[in-house]
């Protein structure tokens, strides 16, 4: 007998209402834009044909928000898994690309001192391990069915670098995790077989938000 085929949808969740234009991470009562509920729709609609048998959200709003049309399709309750929020940053609650405050202030460049790690932020290493857990879980929970995990795009991104092998530093500005983005993990058994990546709400990305570290 063949092993089962399992994927594990990693989902990266829609656009934010956030005028101030701030680096969120995982401060509380960020909500949806409006084109944002239009992305968490989309995703409901992608999924629809699919044999979903759980939807897990990070605790914070705009995931939860973005998971509802996806669990509500498949008439599932909406799991919460701490393991799979935002990765803890020191510009929380900061704008990280322009004005005061910034990036280029002089006064917060002791927190970049070292991108590997990164130093102004949760270890690469450790994002990918509670992420990498989640997915186990689900992986061998639902075995030959589909799970829907929805995060946030770092831990996302990081999860997909190691399940391909390549390096976790990167150029944040070249992540393939746009919003309301699926990255998908195919097992064969406990086995990876392979990783794939689609857009399913890629025309509401023509003017969104571009905030990083969401």
């Not at 990783?195 to 938000?209: R, T």
Request: glycine content about 8%; hydrophobic content about 40%; some cysteine.
């Amino acid at each position: 007998m063949s092993a089962p085929r399992t994927t594990v949808h990693l989902v990266r969740h829609g656009e934010v209402f956030n005028p101030d234009r701030v680096l969120y991470g995982r401060l509380p009562g960020f909500r949806l834009s409006e084109r944002g509920q239009a992305m968490a729709t989309r995703l409901g609609e992608f999924f629809a044909d699919r044999d979903v048998a759980s939807v897990t959200a990070s605790p914070l709003q705009r995931a939860q928000e973005t998971a509802a049309p996806i669990a509500r399709t498949h008439g599932l309750p909406l799991g919460t898994e701490p393991r799979i929020i935002e990765a803890g940053n020191r510009f929380e609650g900061h704008r990280v690309t322009e004005g005061r405050g910034s990036i280029r202030d002089p006064r917060v460049w002791p927190r970049l001192w070292n991108p590997v790690q990164p130093s102004w932020g949760e270890p690469y290493e450790q994002q990918v391990a509670r992420v990498s857990a989640v997915v186990r879980d689900a992986r061998d929970t639902f075995p030959g069915r589909e799970s829907v995990l929805v995060s946030h795009q770092l831990p996302v991104w990081v999860t997909r670098l190691r399940a391909e092998g390549r390096p976790l530093v990167h150029d944040p500005r070249k992540r393939q995790c746009a919003l309301a983005s699926v990255t998908s993990l195919e097992f064969s058994g406990r086995t990876l077989v392979s990783v794939a990546y689609a857009e399913p709400a890629a025309d509401l990305l023509i003017g969104a938000d571009p905030v990083p570290g969401a």
